[in-house]
């Protein structure tokens, strides 16, 4: 939440534990973080998994989660999800997963961290 930036995404036609993992480490070998990283999740079993739970302790990663129903840690990247939906995604139909990938970099690169006001980097 920092800068307001993706910092890694994959695309796969399963959102298992081992996608998420991939997509974690990738931010982690992009920004080299600290040690005392706070990462919040939502509550999907990919991120209540074992083998997440034990990459998390192995590269000194804190967990959040919010209290079921209280869904306001998770607003940025809720708000994230809302406008890639409205100004990409449900405009458009894809004819395979490497077209997919294309345009989420295409928006995520070229347009939201550009162009997309974040009100409270202001």
């Given amino acids: 939440m920092f800068a307001r930036k993706v910092v890694s995404f ?9 996608l998420v993992i991939n997509t974690v480490s990738d931010a982690i070998r992009k920004r080299n973080p600290s040690s005392g990283l706070l990462f919040h999740f939502d509550r999907g079993a ?24 209280h869904p306001w840690d998770n607003a940025v990247i809720e708000s994230f999800f809302k406008y890639l939906k409205h100004e ?10 490497s077209i997919l ?12 961290h550009r162009f997309r006001p974040h009100s409270l980097l202001k």
């Fill in 10 to 18: 994959r695309v796969a036609n399963k959102a298992d534990t081992a």
């Fill in 46 to 69: 990919q991120f209540t998994s074992k083998l997440f739970r034990s990459f998390l302790d192995s590269n000194h990663i804190t967990q959040s989660f919010s209290k079921a129903g």
């Fill in 88 to 97: 990409e995604l449900n405009r458009r139909s894809f004819s395979n997963i």
């Fill in 101 to 112: 990938k294309l345009a989420l970099f295409e928006y995520i690169e070229g347009f939201y």
